[in-house]
């Protein structure tokens, strides 16, 4: 039986990923942890809940022993614009908490861990168009380079002690529940919202910036279905690229005025268009395709129609 820790679940995956974990594992077996977020009431009310730092390692490991846990998703990380604001933070929770996550998995002989990486892993020297899955990994961010040394790391595991360890490339992801933070693509997030609030947004990178995007029920299936995957059948273990849609800003912004007419859009770029600039405009997800059958479901259409009810909603019931 999964007795699940889900680190980090107070962000915006964390605290959507951990409601479904509870739905289909039991609400007492999948255990969730934040750093100083409050999580949602959703989360504290249906299942048990820790509030600790993974980079203390004695703190991760007597929480891992308080619960018998066999299975560890660590969703802990600082993204690509705070990282660069605080790059020792961003190497000091990315590098050693996951460290701490894999040793005491090694350890205590756990059943699995899942650790995400990102887009980020790419930069100059990545083909911009349909990134391929073996490609040049030289990100500029502190955040890319923790993700491609995790990525390695991860593999290590994977090899040297046999630890069943998988991960998978994360594009921006969108979501309505919980907002993302300190991320370069949380533009895509917050421009739903203001339209919403204000009928205008101010992007702080430029109309062409295309980047690879996915709505928040496609990263819960990938993450499950990965998760759920028969590790014998995986060529690859950390690493999988996954894509779901690619769009410009105009494009989202159009996406939004086909609904809400008199919506704007200004833009003020600032450091994070650099970043953006250094990823790809999408991503070749053959290998995840084969190997476990991802296909995602919503497109650029699909998710901001569904975005707009459900944050006109929250606006309705004055929760934003
Ligand atoms: C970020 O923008 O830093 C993240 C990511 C793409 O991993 N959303």
Excluded at 170 to 177: F, N, Q, R, T, V
Excluded at 205 to 212: A, Y
Aim: a negative charge; proline letters at 5%.
């Amino acid at each position: 039986m999964e007795k699940i820790l889900v680190v980090g679940s107070a962000g915006q995956i964390g605290s959507e990923l951990i409601l479904t974990l509870r739905n289909i594992y039991g609400n007492d077996n999948v255990i969730g942890t934040g750093r100083k977020t409050a999580p949602s009431q959703a989360v504290l009310d249906s299942g048990p809940f820790e509030f600790f730092n993974a980079v203390n390692r004695d703190d991760l490991y007597n929480v891992c022993k308080k619960y018998d846990i066999n299975v560890i998703i660590n969703m802990a990380a600082i993204l690509s614009g705070t990282g660069e604001q605080n790059p020792m933070l961003a190497w000091d929770v990315n590098m050693n908490g996951l460290l701490n996550v894999l040793e005491i998995a090694r350890e205590m002989k756990m059943k699995q861990v899942l650790v995400p990486s990102s887009i980020a892993v790419f930069g100059p020297g990545t083909p911009l168009d349909k990134a391929p899955q073996e490609t040049v990994l030289k990100p500029t961010t502190m955040y890319g380079l923790t993700k491609v040394a995790g990525e390695l790391l991860c593999d290590y595991y994977v090899n040297k002690y046999g630890l069943d360890v998988r991960g998978l490339r994360y594009p921006g992801i969108i979501s309505h529940e919980t907002l993302p933070g300190g991320g370069t693509t949380d533009y895509a997030v917050a421009i739903y919202y203001e339209a919403i609030k204000n009928k205008k947004y101010t992007c702080f990178v430029k109309e062409d910036t295309r980047l690879p995007m996915m709505y928040m029920p496609d990263c819960i299936k990938a993450t499950i279905d990965l998760m759920q995957a028969d590790f014998s059948k995986l060529k690859h273990h950390s690493d999988f690229n996954l894509g779901a849609m690619s769009f410009n800003v105009k494009e989202l912004a159009d996406s939004i005025k086909k609904r809400i007419p008199e919506f704007e859009i200004s833009y003020e770029p600032d450091f994070r268009q650099a970043i953006a600039d250094s990823w790809p405009n999408d991503v070749d997800d053959t290998a995840a395709r084969e190997e476990w059958g991802w296909k995602p479901d919503y497109d650029l259409e699909a998710m901001t129609e569904d975005m707009l009810k459900n944050i006109q909603i929250k606006h309705d019931k004055g929760l934003i």
